[in-house]
C-alpha cells in the first residue's frame, strides 16, 4: 500500500508541474527571461516610441545617470558649488578624466557605459552650473 501510495503522490506532482516549459530551445529560454512588467513614471515620455535624434544633453545625462549620487550627495558626490570647487581645483581636465574612468567611490562613466566621453563633459557643465 505504501509503494501504491508513493507512486500516486509523484504522479499528481508530475501532472501539477508539467505545464512549465523548462526546455533549453532558444524560444523557451527567451519567454522564461521576458521581462514581467516595466515601470511608468508620470509625464515621463514613450521610451517605446522615442528614438534618440543625437547626443544627449548634459541635463538628460544628469537625470539619467547622475543625479542618484550627485542630486543627493551620496557616497560623498559633490552637489554644491563648494564641493565642486574643490574638484575644479584640480583642473577639468582631470575633472573629466576621473568622471570617464572612475575615481574613488565615483564609478566609470557614472554608470552611463553608453554615454560618450563628449556627453559626459557636457554632464559635467550642467552640474557645475
Known amino acids: 500500500m505504501k509503494k501504491l501510495s508513493a507512486a500516486l503522490l509523484m504522479l499528481?506532482?508530475?501532472?501539477?508541474?508539467?505545464?512549465?516549459?523548462?526546455?533549453l530551445t532558444e524560444e523557451a529560454i527567451k519567454k522564461r527571461l521576458t521581462p514581467i512588467g516595466s515601470v511608468y513614471l508620470a509625464g515621463a515620455e514613450d521610451t517605446a516610441a522615442a528614438v534618440p535624434t543625437g547626443p544627449r544633453s548634459g541635463e538628460q545625462v544628469y537625470q539619467a545617470s547622475c543625479f542618484a549620487c550627485h542630486g543627493t550627495g551620496a557616497l560623498g558626490a559633490p552637489k554644491t558649488a563648494d564641493e565642486w570647487a574643490t574638484r575644479l581645483s584640480k583642473g577639468s581636465d582631470v575633472l573629466l578624466?576621473?568622471?570617464?574612468?572612475?575615481?574613488?567611490?565615483?564609478?566609470?562613466?557614472?554608470?552611463?557605459?553608453?554615454?560618450?566621453?563628449?556627453?559626459?563633459?557636457?554632464?559635467?557643465e550642467f552640474m557645475i552650473k
Do not use: L, R, W
Open 12 to 23: 499528481s506532482t508530475a501532472a501539477v508541474a508539467q505545464p512549465y516549459d523548462n526546455s
Open 97 to 124: 578624466d576621473h568622471a570617464i574612468n572612475g575615481f574613488n567611490a565615483m564609478p566609470p562613466k557614472g554608470t552611463c557605459m553608453d554615454c560618450s566621453d563628449e556627453e559626459i563633459a557636457a554632464a559635467i
